[in-house]
């Protein structure tokens, strides 16, 4: 594509670039080249100028694409969703362990108030047996239920 403007017409000339311009900015891709002609005209073309002659670039093609565009959003795809999955375990491994020490606290309660229990020997206490009788607690049945008490004391609350 050639367009060729007469320095005698300026309106024609913008009018005529501007609809050049126009065109090769459809394409988006080309590179305009401007010169001027032995007889002094300036010319605007898509194509360089033949032989030795002395031009200037007005609108270059835009960069080349990167070829390794989809590469690299795959990669940080895949870095997001790897975070994201981080971010997930850390949590599920935090709730877990606020869980289990939730249990442990209750446990630890529960252990300190039978303890209290057991201590206070103006409190009849009975167990079970295997047909369902009741069973008074001997004053070494209670020593061996502190002791066990005791024992869940130590492992389930902090400082003991």
């Given at each position: 594509m050639s367009v060729r403007l007469r320095s005698a017409r300026p309106a024609l000339a ?13 394409g988006a891709a080309a590179t305009l080249y401007k010169w001027t002609d032995a007889n ?121």
């Open positions: 913008a009018a005529m670039l501007g609809l050049g311009l126009a065109l090769c900015a459809g002094g005209r300036v010319v605007y073309s898509d194509q360089p100028p033949a032989g030795n002659v002395k031009y200037e670039i007005v609108g270059a093609a835009p960069p080349p694409a990167n070829p390794n565009a989809v590469r690299d959003m795959a990669a940080q795809d895949a870095e997001f969703r790897k975070r994201q999955s981080d971010k997930s375990e850390a949590s599920a491994k935090s709730e877990k362990a606020r869980a289990d020490a939730a249990r442990l606290a209750e446990a630890c309660t529960q252990a300190r108030g039978r303890i209290r229990l057991l201590q206070d020997e103006s409190q009849p206490l009975a167990r079970y047996g295997e047909k369902g009788e009741r069973i008074p607690m001997t004053p070494e049945d209670r020593k061996r239920a502190i002791e066990d008490q005791q024992r869940v004391v130590k492992e389930a609350c902090a400082g003991g």
